[in-house]
């Protein structure tokens, strides 16, 4: 496991504000932190190289693609062998319903969020995808009704951010058991 980086008020003012909106200009960015662009542009650059800023990304709402319907898919797998989970998770990350692919400790191997386009293609999704398969011992399919982005990640003891989380809109949807 990597050290945790040192970071001062600044670089966490910096993470917060990015976090929150990663198309924010670096002269906004600098003036909201009080200090010089090319300071600002120094310290992203930091940020970037000693790994604590991964990239950059957007967030799509599945309603707009056709996909309304959001569920999380608990796993497990028996027996738990390299030479059977390495093939499923490729197997997982490549269903184009895939939104985020955990591997877990405790009673389930893993947890797929996905999104499809209701409940017909769920349902073909558990079946076809995951129950029909040998090592898939166990699913268990929850729906998600409404999500929420947590505030900006921070390490530990740093201030908390100073306005809630984000709603990320709300799904239809309810909790089927497909064990």
Not at 128 to 137: G, M, N, Q, T
Request: aromatic share 4%; with cysteine; glycine share 8%.
């Amino acid at each position: 496991m990597a050290p945790a980086a040192e970071l001062d008020s600044v670089d966490l003012e910096i993470l917060r504000l990015l976090q929150n909106d990663a198309r924010i200009t670096n002269k906004e960015l600098a003036a909201a932190v009080r200090i010089a662009p090319s300071t600002c542009l120094d310290r992203v650059a930091r940020l970037r190289s000693i790994g604590v800023v991964l990239g950059q990304t957007i967030r799509v709402d599945p309603e707009r693609l056709g996909r309304p319907l959001d569920a999380l898919i608990s796993l497990r797998i028996q027996p738990h062998r390299r030479e059977l989970v390495d093939p499923f998770v490729t197997h997982v990350l490549g269903l184009p319903e895939t939104r985020a692919l955990y591997n877990l400790a405790g009673p389930d191997d893993y947890l797929v969020h996905v999104s499809t386009a209701g409940a017909g293609d769920l349902q073909r999704l558990v079946l076809d995808a995951f129950a029909s398969r040998d090592e898939v011992s166990r699913v268990h399919t929850t729906l998600i009704f409404q999500q929420w982005a947590g505030g900006p990640l921070l390490p530990p003891g740093a201030a908390p951010p100073t306005s809630g989380g984000r709603t990320s809109g709300s799904r239809s949807g309810g909790r089927v058991d497909t064990e």
